[in-house]
């Protein structure tokens, strides 16, 4: 069962708009959120996160908020560049457990148009 | 350089022929895991390991073994490869009071 959900396979955004990807969680123990990025041939490599108890996480272009009451979380790129063109994981964690492990969504290509 | 190794990168075998990916780390990282990517189902946990002789199923164990007599090292053993187990496979790891797993660059792995 599928406890991490993005429902959007690919999204394609022209450059210098925004980019906005979806993420959708089931279960509640899940503390801790986080947005990973992979380009072909390579592993993830970590983007942005956001703990429960903020809504709202920026870091430059990248702002990532959550809505607990919705179990939703989303990932906002401003403005798109081309070389965002990539798949985006969702991933949650319940550390509050003491567990590290992650649980992946199926991920969103992002294709940014030039 | 800080970094998680995987090797190979890309291996082709047939059904029944063991194998094994390694993986390295270099981070002094305890926690250590193995995924596998399949399209359509993201990433998948296999096993974990949260320290040193310390190793657990993750989702989708079955097929799999793993080791983690060192460390920086955490082996992921396919005793009978089938052709279901082809897949593109992520080591990962972390320390305690890190949320951010260190991901490999992935092994490619087609069982014909």
């Known amino acids: 069962d599928q406890q991490v959900k993005q429902n959007s396979p690919s999204l394609s955004v022209q450059e210098g708009r925004i980019s906005i990807l979806n993420c959708d969680y089931t279960n509640s123990m899940f503390d801790y959120f986080l947005w990973y990025k992979k380009y072909p041939a390579e592993g993830p490599t970590f983007l942005i996160s956001?703990?429960?108890?903020?809504d709202k996480n920026e870091d430059g272009r990248f702002t990532v908020f959550l809505n607990k009451s919705a179990k939703h979380l989303s990932l906002h790129i401003v403005p798109s560049q081309p070389g965002d063109s990539a798949v985006y994981f969702c991933a949650a964690s319940a550390l509050r457990t003491g567990a590290n492990n992650l649980f992946f969504g199926t991920g969103t290509r992002l294709t940014v148009i030039p | 350089e800080a970094q998680v190794t995987q090797n190979p990168r890309y291996l082709i075998t047939v059904t029944g022929k063991k194998l094994t990916v390694t993986c390295s780390q270099n981070m002094n990282h305890e926690y250590m895991s193995w995924y596998r990517q399949d399209p359509g189902l993201g990433l998948r946990q296999i096993y974990y390991s949260m320290n040193v002789e310390v190793t657990d199923k993750g989702d989708v164990p079955e097929g799999y073994k793993v080791s983690r007599k060192e460390k920086r090292n955490f082996p992921l053993i396919l005793e009978s490869p089938s052709p279901n187990q082809t897949s593109l496979y992520f080591c990962a790891s972390t320390t305690w009071g890190q949320e951010t797993q260190y991901f490999g660059p992935g092994t490619r792995l087609l069982v014909l």
């Open positions: 956001i703990s429960s108890i903020k």
